[in-house]
């Protein structure tokens, strides 16, 4: 290895004072993770997986480390929970990455939940290790073998500092032979100080079958999240992101078939308006047979907001009859707006089918004519082509009470959205157009 | 609503371009309350153009001209005031939109009008009961109306769908644009009648067609007969069958 002198920005140098001066480093698991997150550095353009989301530029400094919360942060955590309509039937709330027992419900039989020294996983990602090294705590949440659990059991994540802070958050989700759950992973609170970085572990054990929903609603700084997850023989997994708030928000999503016969199901809308960005990277790995992948991601993009979708599908040389299909659409409401799209397929394997497609457009102006010729003013139009285009992808999800979920923030931002353009001017009812 | 004395369309001296091409030049049409007038002309006479640029379109060029609905002039109003004030456009080609529901878009089609009257939105019930009346004479069934609008829907069950709509949102002034076109017998005869059954002093038709055989199911007042981008002859139900027999190329030569 070529040695020279690694010029360090402000936000790495904040980071190494940070770890060093924690008592983190004392672990020497987390030393370890920090090891390789130093070794690479924040993430420029140059590393391929974060081309179109230069992290080392836009991270000007690591905001501090946020405290354990006080009787005022968890007052305000049990707050904003009022404030939101209750989805799940359980409910685990992590406060500014720590969990706050008070707030959580009796898990139901067959599901355990404790905490953990974070395990290293197999990514080779300068994030996961950050997280690895700088999450106080690590939470792993076990299904038992053969469980079926009704209802979804939802981890939701509670910013609650006004100044700025970094928050770090890990949990592991581990269903055992056979079993069937559903998640709800939810993050709320944050503001425009907050940078986050979390990651969520998933492992499907054989046979295993899970639905895994996430919600960013929040207007974070920095929104990190990754998600790693593995699938064993016949294990079938079906998750979902919706994205509606924070100024950068970066899901990087490694997923492994490791037995045959697994399935995984990948989905996302992104909706984006400002001048907000959004990044969705992932990478499937095929490494065993008669696998399936889909991936199903759009997004919605206004004003001079960008939005990124990559996603890599690896067919191992041991995974014949792979049956994959990668979709990314987005439609674009502003000539500012901006969408990056790169599918790629890597395969080593010769008996497989594997496909991919991207379209990106504004609302098609033949159906919004037709709509306005039956009466309808332009923005109930356009309105009702955003949310039919929305449904669709909340639709794959293939769960009343998860899409519900999903749907009430996406309302919520489309009727923001509607408003804001309205109120911008872009959307005059009563003139003609020229 | 005032209605000005005088016909309810009205379009004077209109010159319509896409791309620089002149589709209709100096086109004069006068159409009346309760009348029904048929414009026939062969392909690229620039029919549709005209249904569309009726509509608000946006892909035209209006050069120059008027179109006068109610006295109002449509060229200085959006699609959906045009719809609202009382036009209709049956399209000869019916969008598909994924995702949308046929009865939730025929709902908020009907309610947007009823705003624009000021009036308050339709209940639920009351919607469903005039959808269900509508679509029994049509023979549209409700399996069909929970699908997304003209998403897999044959040719002859989105035309149907057109005249759903113009029977819910009662328009007057009716503008077909070759609604024929694609149409078994059958359905033809279903289609006809129902604009049949909405023929009304107030209200007025404009059919486009290319055929005659539409016209025997609903009979015009008057024929307007149109050739490179205007109209050249007009007559009554008569024309029509001397097109008939002895096709455009008469009237082609006339507009050159």
């Not at chain 1, 994205?243 to 809308?269: N, P, W």
């Not at chain 1, 999903?406 to 005059?428: D, N, S, Y």
């Not at chain 2, 044959?154 to 035309?159: D, I, P, T, V, W």
Request: aromatic share 6%; proline share 4%.
């Amino acid at each position: 290895m070529t040695t020279h002198v690694i010029q360090r920005s402000t936000a790495e140098t904040t980071l190494m004072r940070q770890f060093e001066l924690g008592k983190l480093s004392s672990s020497p698991r987390r030393a370890d993770a920090f090891g390789r997150f130093t070794q690479r550095g924040l993430p420029t353009r140059r590393v391929e997986s974060w081309h179109y989301t230069d992290l080392r530029a836009a991270m000007r400094d690591a905001a501090p480390l946020a405290p354990a919360p006080n009787s005022g942060a968890i007052e305000g955590a049990h707050k904003i929970l009022g404030d939101r309509k209750r989805i799940a039937a359980w409910r685990i709330v992590l406060v500014d990455g720590r969990l706050i027992a008070e707030l959580c419900d009796q898990l139901p039989p067959g599901v355990s939940f404790s905490r953990e020294e974070p395990t290293p996983v197999d990514v080779d990602d300068p994030m996961v290790a950050l997280n690895e090294a700088m999450s106080v705590e690590a939470h792993v949440l076990t299904v038992a073998d053969d469980a079926r659990i009704e209802g979804p059991i939802e981890v939701t994540h509670i910013a609650t500092a006004k100044d700025a802070c970094s928050l770090y958050s890990r949990v592991a989700i581990l269903l055992g032979v056979g079993a069937s759950a559903a998640f709800i992973e939810s993050y709320l609170g944050a503001g425009p100080d907050v940078q986050r970085n979390s990651s969520t572990i998933l492992t499907l054990a054989e046979g295993a079958r899970a639905k895994h929903v996430v919600l960013v609603e929040d207007d974070a700084e920095l929104h990190v999240e990754s998600q790693i997850g593995q699938l064993a023989a016949g294990a079938e997994l079906n998750a979902f992101a919706l994205v509606a708030g924070g100024a950068l928000t970066r899901r990087q999503l490694f997923y492994k078939l490791i037995g045959r016969e697994a399935k995984v199901i990948l989905g996302g809308l992104t909706l984006l308006d400002g001048a907000r960005r959004a990044d969705t990277t992932l990478q499937v790995v095929h490494a065993a047979e008669a696998g399936t992948s889909r991936e199903y991601y759009r997004a919605i993009v206004d004003d001079e907001a960008v939005g990124t979708f990559q996603g890599k599908v690896i067919v191992e040389n041991t995974a014949q009859k792979t049956d994959g299909a990668m979709k990314a659409q987005a439609i674009l409401l502003s000539p500012r707006a901006q969408m990056n799209v790169k599918p790629e397929l890597e395969i080593f394997a010769d008996d497989v089918v594997c496909g991919h497609g991207a379209t990106v457009g504004s609302l098609d102006p033949e159906q919004l004519f037709y709509m306005m010729a039956r009466s309808l003013e332009r923005d109930e139009a356009e309105s009702m082509l955003l949310e039919a285009f929305g449904e669709e992808a909340i639709g794959r999800i293939e769960d009343d009470v998860l899409a519900k979920a999903l749907r009430e923030p996406f309302r919520a931002w489309l009727a923001r959205e509607r408003a804001t353009r309205v109120g911008k001017g872009e959307i005059v009812p009563r003139e003609s157009a020229s | 609503m005032m209605k000005t004395a005088g016909p309810m369309l009205e379009i004077k001296k209109l010159n319509v371009s896409i791309h620089g091409a002149p589709i209709l030049e100096e086109l004069n049409l006068t159409v009346r309350a309760g009348e029904v007038a048929a414009i026939m002309g062969p392909n690229g006479s620039g029919k549709s153009t005209l249904a569309y640029v009726i509509a608000g379109k946006p892909d035209y060029d209006i050069v120059s001209g008027e179109i006068r609905f109610d006295g109002e002039n449509l060229l200085e109003l959006e699609p959906s005031e045009r719809a609202q004030m009382g036009a209709f456009l049956a399209f000869q080609y019916p969008v598909e939109i994924p995702g949308v529901a046929t009865m939730t878009f025929l709902k908020a089609a009907l309610n947007a009008q009823r705003r624009s009257r000021g009036e308050a939105d339709l209940t639920t019930p009351d919607f469903m009961r005039r959808v269900r009346e509508a679509s029994q004479t049509l023979k549209i069934d409700q399996e069909m109306l929970r699908r997304p609008l003209n998403v897999g829907f044959s040719g002859g069950e989105k035309k149907r769908l057109e005249i759903l709509q113009m029977e819910l949102l009662r328009p007057r002034l009716c503008v077909l644009d070759e609604t024929d076109s694609g149409l078994d017998i059958d359905a033809l005869k279903v289609v006809s009648d129902g604009v049949n059954a909405l023929r009304d002093p107030d209200r007025a038709f404009l059919v486009i067609t290319h055929y005659q055989r539409l016209l025997e199911h609903i009979r015009p007042d008057v024929v307007h007969v149109m050739a490179k981008g205007r109209i050249v002859a007009s007559g009554g139900p008569e024309l029509a069958l001397e097109l008939e027999r002895n096709g455009y190329r008469h009237y082609a030569e006339a507009a050159a």
